[in-house]
Structures are given as structure tokens and as C-alpha cells.
């Protein structure tokens, strides 16, 4: 447990109320129990990529906010949602009312793709169509097509998994899920026959999660399959003993993947390796996707010079993501986070999660984030009188900038569970003008 010391009395403002916001609220408000913590959102709602990242049929996941919950409620720390710095507050502004800021903003923009036709209207990456289907404000409007027989999903890690997994299954499957209703009523009536996922490197370099590849197998109207020669029959001996056996594990699925009848249901989701987009195709809407095949030499992949296409009418690449420039801070050059000394950017500001170390770990990284940032502000931050939120809040009125507290967010939380359709958990508002409808007590619907 962290000491409180002479930093008694500060004043913090944390930018971004996702999950490393949340952990830097609990630790400094754990360091410090009489500082005053401001979690500053830009959207009126909490918890970031709990509520439109994490998949919507992944339920227990997002129960993780449960203990946001609780650490909202503490007595130190405050909400703020529905403020944008860098755009309704300058980070300047928001700095001379606090003694330490701590971005948490992490890295809401998806990597380009970078190759000739990806700015056709029908590609997307997969921040913004996992915001699509999850009813992310800034991506409910997106209107995917979804009638063409088939997409292509870019990347070889969970995301991708996602991305497909929540395109192959039937409304039954996603009835339990909160998925956006816009969302579920568009792939209810989609005509998606395949659903391919390419990787430039093979299955052994694949960083899928096993629980993931499982779930593949147990789909109702959909079958998971791979191509048997591209499987190897071993794993290598370059592998740790721990690695090695994870890495089985995957393999076991895709040899099961290998032996499954393509005809045995309605849909396929074809796994393909050693393969790296060079094209999208089509005049002024995608028609396929061409290809390299690839090989692993060391560390490195290499093209073979062998060209393949994969007819298609929808192509979403999960190849990373990278911050948000509003802010007006000095990203390092190749590896989209922060340029910070072990989490200081400068003397009262400081950075955590995906924006220091760029987007990588799991939900838990964020926690060790947030201790290590909050022994560094005790270290290095004195009280200095600062107004701390009574100063910020002066600004909001002065700018009429409408705000929302906890207290909004549970009103409309509950409006949104109380429209739920029947197994589903909410049903949520994907229109921040009907988020500040229900706080304003009038009756609202979510779309």
C-alpha cells in the first residue's frame, strides 16, 4: 500500500476515465486520502474502451466497472464527464488550476493502413468499427456494408477476433450482449457468407488468446476453419517452455479448424496466414482485397512475391491505434505513446496507460500504471493552493459548458438498462444530446 507524505492536499487532474484513469484515481486517492482528484472524460459517460472496446457479448469483462464504480464513489475523487480538454478546456488552462495533470487519454485512433485503396468508403480500422457495433457517440453513424457476402479482417490478435466473431453470429447469440441496437439490427438481416481473418505472419507468431480461438468453435450459424498446409505440425524449440505450451494450445484449435466441414453451417470464418495487404480493390467501393504471401525469416517478414485476392465487399483492419493529437504534446517517433521519463512529461504532468507505454498489455497493466505515477506525484508534487475543481467549474460556467457528474452517468445508466430488450443487459444511448436529456430529467429512448 502507498504512504501518504507532505503531498497532502493536492490538487490532480486526471484527462481520460477508462481504465487508466481509473487505477491513477485509486492510487494517488490511496497515497493521498486528502488530495482532491478531478477524472475528466470527454464524453458524458465513463470507463473508455470498457464501454466501447471491449466486446459486447463479453459481459464478464465489462464487469470490471464494477470496481470503477466503487472507486468513483470515494470521497476524494470526482467525475466530470461530457468536457473535452484540449478543445472545451486547453491543457494549459486545466494545468493552472491543479498542481499535477495526469493524461490518460490512451490511443482512441486507429494506425493507417497504408496501402493504395484504403480510403475507400468501405474501409474501416477497427477503433471505429468496434465503436460502430459497441455505440461509441463518434462512430454510431457509420453505415457499413454488410449485404456483399464477404470481409476480409486485417490483423492477428484478439481484436480481429472480435471484429469477426461479432459478424458471424446470429441475433440469438448477441441477444445477451449490449451491443448497439443499431448494430444488432443491421447484422440480423446481414447476407455475409464469409468472414476471412489475414495475417502477414503464420499461426505460431499469431497473438491470439486461446479462450478467444475456442469461442470460434462453438458458434451457431458458423463455422471456423483454416487451411491445414499452413499449419506446422510442432512448435518450435526457440520458444520458452511457457510460451510453447500456449502457443500448442492455439495450434490444437486450428488443427480442429483444419479438420471442420466447410458446408456444416450456413457462414464460414476462414483463418489465412503469411499474407500482407498491398491493395484495396475497386473503383468507388471495395471488391476485394490483394495480397502478398508472406514468410517469417527471424524476427522479420519477408514477401514472396506471390500475389492472391480475396474477394470482398467490407475490409476492417486491427493493426493498432495511435493518440489523439489534440493535446498538443510531443509523441515519439515510431511507437505512438508519449515522449515521458517513466511516466513525467514535464514537471506537474505526467502520463499512463496506452498514451506512456503505446497500446499494448491488458486491462490489469493500467493498475501498475497507475501505482507507479502515483509514487512519482508524491515524490515530486507539493500542495501549492492551487482551486483545484472550484476553479475549473468556474471556467464551465463562464464558457456554459453543461458537465456531468456520477450522479448523470447512473441516471443514465439505468435509463439505458430500463430500455434493455429482453437478456440484454442495457440498451445503449449513442447520441451524447440523449445522454444529456436523461440528466436533465427528461424522458428519453436510446436509439
Known sequence: MLQQNAASGLKIAIVGAGPAGFYAAEALAAACPD?????IERLPTPYGLIRSGVAPDHQTTKSIQNTFERIARLDNIRFVGNVEIGGDVSLDELRRFYDGVVLACGAPLDAPLGIPGDNLPEVYGAAQFVGWYNGHPDFAELNPRLD???VVVIGNGNVA???????SKSPDELANSDIAHHALQRLSVADLSDVHIVGRRGPVEAKFTTAELQELGELQTTVALADAAELPETIGEEFSLRDRRLKNKNLECFKAFAQADS??????????????????????RVEAVR?????????????????FEIPCSLVVYAIGYRPSPMLGVNLRGTDNRLQSDAGRVAPGLYVVGWLKRGPSGKIGTNRIDGEEIAKKIIAEVDASGRTGFSGLEKLFQERSLRWTDFDDWKAIEAAEVA????????????????????CRKIPATPA
Open 161 to 167: 477476433i472480435d471484429i469477426a466473431r461479432v459478424l
Open 263 to 284: 458446408m456444416s453451417r450456413a457462414r464460414r470464418l476462414r483463418f489465412q496466414f503469411n499474407a500482407r495487404p498491398v491493395q484495396v480493390l475497386g473503383d468507388d
Open 35 to 39: 488530495c482532491e482528484i478531478t477524472l
Open 148 to 150: 456483399g457476402g464477404g
Open 419 to 438: 430500455a434493455a430488450l429482453m437478456g440484454a443487459p442495457r440498451r445503449k444511448f449513442v447520441r451524447v444530446d440523449h445522454m444529456l436529456e436523461v
Open 291 to 307: 495480397f502478398e504471401r508472406t514468410r517469417v525469416v527471424g524476427e522479420a517478414v519477408e514477401g514472396t512475391g506471390e500475389i
